[in-house]
């Protein structure tokens, strides 16, 4: 079954500290990759996605992630973060084998951040 | 992308009753979905609300429990039957629309309290 991992649960840094946020998933054919971030109190909204082309992907906020199929990962990063940046961030990942009009996102536990000013 | 309200936005709701969710989008859309967010865990897939037939339910939820409404491309409703505290949770609308089926956005939750 398709599964999406994201190892750190929970992550705080330092303003200006740079991140890097971890997704693995388990799927050996073709994926749509996504990140999503859900602010304190509002609801999830998508950070960027990748479907295909370049790797390297670029998002709002000044967050990026790069798609490394060798290891299928999809991990999100951010130079140099700043105290609003405090949020959950969740990974998914989209692979049915059926494909068609009715592919399902996977879902990782997502990953706590918490940014001190 | 597409505008997502919910109504209730919360709510707290008595053992053994039931609730309507009541999701609208600000256009059309192929796609839509309901989820359920339960404390420190992810999202879970309840169902995909298929406009003029029955919801595709994921495996652990049922039409007895959760049923489904989407009379039209813009409207979708989520009843949670029968609650128990098991089911105090955030239940969360998406869609997907345009060019893209794949990229969902959602809706603020509805955040459910069963006492």
């Known amino acids: 079954a398709q599964s999406v991992s994201q190892h750190n649960h929970h992550v705080i840094l330092s303003e200006a500290a740079s991140l890097e946020l971890g997704c693995n998933y388990s799927y050996g054919g073709t994926v749509n990759l996504f990140w999503y971030v859900q602010y304190p109190g509002q609801h999830l909204q998508l950070l960027l996605k990748?479907?295909?082309?370049d790797p390297l992907v670029k998002g709002i906020k000044g967050f990026e992630a790069e798609f490394i199929k060798s290891k299928f990962s999809f991990n999100l990063r951010k130079p140099s973060v700043q105290w609003s940046d405090t949020a959950e961030y969740f990974c998914?990942?989209?692979?049915?084998?059926?494909?068609?009009?009715?592919?399902?996102?996977?879902w990782g536990l997502g990953t706590s951040l918490a940014v001190n000013p | 992308s597409a505008v997502i309200s919910q109504k209730p936005s919360r709510d707290i709701c008595q053992r053994g009753t039931s609730l309507t969710i009541q999701c609208q989008v600000d256009?059309?859309?192929?796609?839509m979905f309901w989820y359920r967010q339960q404390p420190g865990q992810s999202l879970t897939l309840i169902a995909t609300?298929?406009?003029?037939?029955?919801?595709?339910?994921e495996s652990g939820f049922v039409i007895d429990k959760f049923p489904i409404s989407r009379p039209n491309l813009t409207f979708s409703t989520l009843t949670v039957s029968n609650m128990s505290p098991e089911d105090s949770s955030i239940y969360l609308c998406s869609v997907a629309a345009g060019t893209s089926t794949d990229t969902q956005y959602f809706g603020p939750g509805t955040r459910l309290t069963v006492l």
């Open positions: 990748y479907f295909s082309g």
């Open positions: 609300a298929n406009q003029g037939s029955e919801a595709t339910y």
């Open positions: 256009s059309q859309v192929t796609m």
């Open positions: 998914a990942v989209n692979a049915d084998e059926s494909a068609g009009n009715n592919r399902k996102l996977i």
